[in-house]
């Protein structure tokens, strides 16, 4: 499959923890990278490679990945943290760059 | 600073040509790979095409044989030069900079419309 597969949607209640997940053969062979877009913004990179954060970035976002599913989890999660989320990946059979369909997270 | 700048958006009627430019400063285009990403309203990000720092170049089904990724680098800068453009090609396009992508630009916004 040349997909990345993400919930529509996710909720979670201020100050909980939350996981959104990404699956997809390519993950089996490639890092996910995670991205955090809110509306009328472009995307700001959260999360890459086995679960590095760029500088800026708080703690309570970190990454990991078990077979072909890569999982973005966000502790004590803010208001300021509801977004929609994406995770890519390289590609294979061909394809450069995969993006999941993208998560929103509802924070409640 | 490190960024990149698109421009170049605007409407145009299906059938119709654009090409988008994206501005670079603080490093080499030359040394990195560059992919352009597009996102239709109300829609998720798309891959469009990538042109590697030896120059190769690759292309999403959806645009191949229409789009051409090209680079200026006595410039700094980026293009995508866009033929035989169609209503489902409307969306902002961002170029951004491999390979974990972690620099984008603001994005341009791109309508096909009669």
């Known amino acids: 499959s040349s997909e990345l597969t993400q919930d529509p949607a996710v909720s979670v209640a201020l100050g909980q923890t939350v996981t959104i997940t990404c699956q997809g053969d390519?993950?089996?062979?490639?890092?996910a990278h995670w991205y955090q877009q809110k509306p009328g913004q472009a995307p700001v990179l959260v999360i890459y490679?086995?679960?590095n954060r760029p500088s800026g970035i708080p703690d309570r976002f970190s990454g990991s990945s078990s077979g072909s599913t890569a999982s973005l989890t966000i502790t004590a999660t803010q208001a300021e943290d509801e977004a929609d989320y994406y995770c890519?990946?390289?590609?294979?059979?061909?394809?450069?760059?995969?993006f999941g369909g993208g998560t929103k997270l509802t924070v409640l | 600073e490190v960024q990149l700048v698109e421009s170049g958006g605007g409407l145009i009627q299906p059938g119709g040509s654009l090409r988008l430019s994206c501005a670079a400063s603080?490093?080499?285009?030359?040394?990195?790979?560059i992919s352009w990403v597009r996102q239709a309203p109300g829609k998720g990000l798309e891959w469009v095409s990538v042109?590697?720092?030896?120059?190769?170049?690759d292309y999403a089904d959806s645009v191949r044989g229409r789009f051409t990724i090209s680079r200026d680098s006595s410039k700094n800068t980026l293009y995508l030069q866009m033929d035989s453009l169609r209503v489902e090609d409307t969306a902002v396009y961002y170029c951004?900079?491999?390979?974990?992508?972690?620099?984008w630009g603001q994005g341009t916004l791109v309508t096909v419309s009669s």
């Open positions: 042109i590697y720092s030896a120059g190769s170049t």
């Open positions: 890519n990946s390289r590609g294979t059979s061909g394809h450069h760059l995969l």
């Open positions: 603080g490093f080499d285009v030359s040394n990195k790979y």
């Open positions: 390519s993950l089996r062979s490639f890092y």
């Open positions: 951004a900079r491999g390979p974990d992508y972690g620099l």
């Open positions: 490679g086995q679960n």
